[in-house]
């Protein structure tokens, strides 16, 4: 389900034709990349975090091909979702038991989910969309390259558990927070899955499922190198983090969209 969902709101909003594979962990995204090809962004979406794609649940937006099928073969992984399998590909993935391969017709977004709670069942609304407004609040002006990497940051946080952060640096996730009771514990284990897999932050994008009611995650994120920064906005005290992100010449962007999954 959180793959299935990931995919279809991937693939709804970013380009036509763009490649996306994601690796998804206990419901979360915990490697995803756009790349021109199919084998291009497996590799990018395993390199986000190698560590925990060890039986995870893979998607892919486009048909699965041989060369990307060997090298999805050489890791243990429970179930893979694509819209079809080449036969030669098909062929490689079936050498092994226990697999499920699943052919992803069309992609499906629900207007209204159903969750239980104590004694019954709450239905509400779906969180859909990306953002409802791009305000441009920073010390300048976004990138093109930074819109792209904001724009595809805020998706992935938006299907990470709450509180959650993204780090997200030529369209591949380099390193998340999620699940967190706290916005600057989500933003520290984000740095450190990036450290620990090498990542460089410098000229990363960070979006952030929760609103900054103090400037210290900017604080934080600029220490390491990051310079652009996604946030639904809605706190009294917005101006903290604007206001530094001013000062440093750095890029904010406020969506006025609070994604919230718990």
Avoid at 105 to 132: M, P
Wanted: net charge neutral; glycine share 6%; with cysteine.
């Amino acid at each position: 389900d959180a793959a299935v969902q990931l995919m279809a709101d991937t693939t709804a909003n970013l380009s036509d034709g763009e490649v996306v594979f994601a690796i998804i962990k206990h419901t979360n995204p915990c490697g995803i990349a756009s790349r021109p090809t199919v084998k291009e962004a497996w590799n990018a979406a395993l390199a986000g975090d190698p560590e925990s794609a060890f039986g995870g649940v893979l998607v892919c937006n486009e048909a699965i091909d041989k060369a990307t099928a060997e090298a999805i073969n050489e890791i243990f992984f429970e179930v893979l979702i694509a819209p079809s399998f080449n036969a030669d590909a098909l062929e490689i993935l079936q050498t092994k038991k226990n697999r499920i391969l699943l052919v992803q017709k069309k992609g499906l977004i629900a207007a209204h989910q159903s969750k239980s709670v104590l004694n019954g069942i709450l239905t509400q609304q779906n969180d859909v969309g990306n953002y409802t407004e791009w305000k441009e609040a920073g010390g300048r002006e976004t990138t093109a390259t930074e819109k792209e990497d904001l724009a595809f940051a805020n998706l992935v946080a938006k299907h990470l558990k709450s509180n959650s952060i993204a780090l997200v640096k030529n369209k591949q996730l380099i390193g998340k927070g999620c699940g967190q009771t706290s916005r600057i514990d989500a933003l520290r284990q984000s740095i450190e899955k990036a450290k620990q897999f090498n990542f460089d932050l410098t000229g990363a994008a960070l979006a952030s499922d929760a609103f900054f009611p103090f400037d210290d995650c900017v604080k934080i994120a600029h220490a390491v190198g990051i310079t652009s920064f996604i946030q639904p906005g809605g706190s009294i005290r917005d101006k903290d983090s604007i206001d530094y992100c001013k000062q440093n010449n750095l890029a904010m962007v406020i969506t006025g969209l609070r994604h919230f999954k718990h």
